[in-house]
T-cell receptor
């Protein structure tokens, strides 16, 4: 049973560019959340997608956008990259139901903005 | 606002018990989680506890919750060198979907 997968593993971009990160959820999961983890910090919630719609958003600017596809996979897009966007981007999947929507994390995509 | 705090470092000897502490501010936190992160990797779910419980045991792991003080701890029995990692405490609240994470506790296990 495959867990959460993310691609690419690493990415280097320059300021002002745009980037797309991809996530495939764990089998049986229908919900995808994205987090940003800066060096030495805990993950910060960006947004969550369920039924192909953004269900909740954290304190991130509109430069951060996402999408969820009918097969539950998801993309995170970041426009007009800033140096401060350099971080590990983590995708987490869960199953929306009664009870805890326990989130399982992928290995992350390391984004470096030069 | 919502906040989760953890001490930054803990060092223990192999075979000893480790206790990692966490405090949270949101009294309506419903579920509390512990994750482990090894260098260059994602987060591995270790265990979670519902807010109406005060203890949960899972093999070498014991979670204690003091809801009155909003204090959570993770005890690792017979700590091994493979337990060296960063441990994150996270809180979620019913009706929201985000997890609030602490800054992580770096556990170093000395042989």
């Amino acid at each position: 049973d495959a867990g959460v997968t993310q691609s690419p593993t690493h990415l280097i971009k320059t300021r002002g560019q745009q980037v797309t990160l991809r996530c495939s959820p764990k089998s049986g999961h229908d919900t995808v959340s994205w987090y940003q983890q800066a060096l030495g910090q805990g993950p910060q919630f960006i947004f969550q997608y369920y039924e192909e719609e953004e269900r909740q958003r954290g304190n991130f600017p509109d430069r951060f956008s996402g999408h969820q596809f009918p097969n539950y996979s998801s993309e995170l897009n970041v426009n007009a990259l800033l140096l401060g966007d350099s971080a590990l981007y983590l995708c987490a999947s869960s199953f929306t139901a009664v009870g805890p929507d326990t989130q399982y994390f992928g290995p992350g995509t390391r984004l470096t903005v030069l | 606002g919502e906040d989760v705090e953890q001490s930054l470092f803990l060092s223990v000897r192999e075979g000893d018990s480790s206790v990692i502490n966490c405090t949270y501010t949101d009294s309506s936190s419903t579920y509390l989680y512990w994750y482990k992160q090894e260098p260059g990797a994602g987060l591995q779910l270790l265990t979670y506890i519902f807010s109406n419980m005060d203890m949960k045991q899972d093999q070498r792991l014991t979670v204690l919750l003091n809801k009155k003080d909003k204090h959570l701890s993770l005890r690792i029995a017979d700590t091994q060198t493979g337990d060296s990692a960063i441990y994150f405490c996270a809180a979620s609240t019913s009706g929201t979907y985000k997890y609030i994470f602490g800054t992580g506790t770096r556990l170093k296990v000395l042989a």
